[in-house]
């Protein structure tokens, strides 16, 4: 089982930036596939970015690219997540997921984090 923990989140103003960190623990964290998601109030959970387990491969939802970075960092079992010029709609608890497949943009990955609130007012 991997455990996911999310770091970061907090209160920024439109234009600034947040870095996001989802912490890993497991046996086989450098073969799962990470991605994040983003769920704001009377939403559904939404693909943000996602990262292959080689950490080659990355995509992005199309409203976050150029914004976003999302890379990481198996030596130290962490998956960073760059945001920058934020956008009051960029408001969600976002989570972190992890799955021994491919990144999917759907939510249907085998383990979750418990999320962490981003705020970002206008």
């Known amino acids: 089982q991997v455990q996911l923990v999310e770091s970061g989140g907090g209160l920024v103003q439109a234009g600034g930036s947040l870095r996001l960190s989802c912490a890993a623990s497991?046996?086989?964290?450098?073969?799962?596939?990470m991605a994040w998601f983003r769920q704001a109030p009377g939403k559904e959970r939404e693909f943000v970015a996602g990262?292959?387990?080689?950490?080659?491969?990355?995509r992005y939802a199309d409203s976050v690219k150029g914004r976003f970075t999302l890379s990481r960092d198996n030596a130290k079992n962490t998956v960073p997540l760059q945001m920058n010029s934020l956008k009051p709609e960029d408001t969600a608890v976002y989570y972190c997921a992890a799955d021994r497949r491919r990144v999917v943009v759907t939510p249907d990955y085998e383990h979750w984090g418990q999320g962490t609130q981003v705020t970002v007012s206008s």
């Open positions: 497991g046996r086989t964290f450098s073969n799962y596939a």
């Open positions: 990262v292959s387990w080689s950490g080659i491969s990355t």
